[in-house]
Nanobody, 123 residues
């Protein structure tokens, strides 16, 4: 039984901030690279951010670079996504995912997914 549970989503005004969390039941959490994806209504799922198992390297989609920060706490088996300067186009369901590689940007290459948390940014 592997569980990834996202939390921290909600409604925020443009320019505001949210911090998403993804708690996992992965007993070897530190062995996994972690990623964040999002999917807006009527659109394909897209890559947002990824972080290596060590937390030493990160990668971001151009659309969120310089605004979002991904981090992880291996002691808590949890990955975070700090989202600043939010825009209405950031509105989507956000998913965290785990893989046995690192810095993967293609969702098909991930091994586990959470159920998502809704982020809505009003103008």
């Amino acid at each position: 039984q592997v569980q990834l549970v996202e939390s921290g989503g909600g409604l925020v005004q443009a320019g505001g901030s949210l911090r998403l969390s993804c708690a996992t039941s992965l007993r070897t959490f530190s062995s996994y690279g972690m990623g964040w994806f999002r999917q807006a209504p009527g659109k394909e799922r897209e890559f947002v951010a990824a972080i290596t198992w060590s937390g030493g390297s990160t990668h971001y989609a151009d659309s969120v670079k310089d605004r979002f920060t991904v981090s992880r706490d291996n002691a808590k088996n949890t990955v975070y996504l700090q989202m600043n300067s939010l825009k209405p186009e950031d509105t989507a369901v956000y998913y965290c995912a785990a893989n046995l590689g690192s810095l993967r940007v293609v969702w098909e290459e991930y091994d586990y997914w959470g159920q998502g948390t809704q982020v809505t940014v009003s103008s």
